[in-house]
């Protein structure tokens, strides 16, 4: 299944992917021809790896209790780090930062089942996600969320190579945890930012799957 939030993308590739095969057919060198169907099949076969949008099963357990917190989004733990978060959460937290490859899955999902308190919008800079300033520089959306439990506060970052944040979510929606709400195109950053005490069950070096891994449980 391919993402509703890269339609326009993929309109574009696949259009773009058509002509260089079919004009493979009046061109008379060889070797030009097979440069232009080959072209072609790869950026049609990355139109469809990169806006991919496969299930996933929740865990059961998230349902039932609303303090377990799922990963947002697919890729890697770059960063566990102690920090004060002054938008949302006004304390002390831990920050949990997930890098996305190109060939990540770049479908977001809701960590917490939950109603949305705080969204902001940020233009910025297109620091590599890696680069520990992106997360307050780069391109961004600001997402606070709360339950019976408590507060959790994340962000969709933009990389050097991904330009475009999509989101469809807003102040006063209810949301259920492993919901699909966005998508960061072409290498990005997820940023999920907790409750000082809350506890941590992954660790830098992680590969994580957006509603599927449960990255922490709150603790107020």
Not at 156 to 162: N, S
Not at 174 to 187: C, E, I, V, W
Request: proline share 4%; net charge positive; glycine share 6%.
């Amino acid at each position: 299944m391919l993402t509703k939030y890269g339609i326009d993308n993929i309109i574009i590739l696949l259009f773009i992917s058509t002509i260089l095969i079919i004009s493979s057919a009046f061109i008379s060198k060889t070797w030009v021809s097979s440069l232009f169907v080959t072209a072609g099949i790869l950026l049609l076969a990355f139109t469809l790896w990169f806006f991919r949008d496969p299930d996933r099963k929740i865990p059961e357990e998230v349902m039932k209790d609303p303090s377990l917190v799922l990963s947002p989004a697919d890729g890697k733990i770059v960063q566990i780090i102690n920090i004060t978060e002054t938008n949302y959460l006004n304390q002390d937290a831990v920050q949990i930062s997930i890098f996305l490859s190109p060939l990540d899955v770049h479908v977001n999902r809701i960590p917490i089942n939950g109603i949305v308190k705080y969204f902001k919008y940020n233009p910025g800079n297109y620091l590599i996600a890696t680069h520990p300033k992106s997360s307050e520089l780069n391109e961004q959306t600001h997402i606070g969320m709360e339950n019976s439990i408590g507060k959790i506060f994340f962000k969709q970052i933009v990389g050097i190579v991904a330009r475009r944040l999509v989101w469809d979510i807003g102040v006063g929606d209810t949301l259920k945890a492993g919901q699909r709400f966005g998508m960061m195109k072409f290498g990005s950053r997820m940023d999920v930012i907790l409750p000082v005490k809350s506890e941590i069950f992954v660790k830098e070096g992680q590969s994580v799957v957006a509603g599927e891994t449960i990255i922490a449980k709150i603790h107020n």
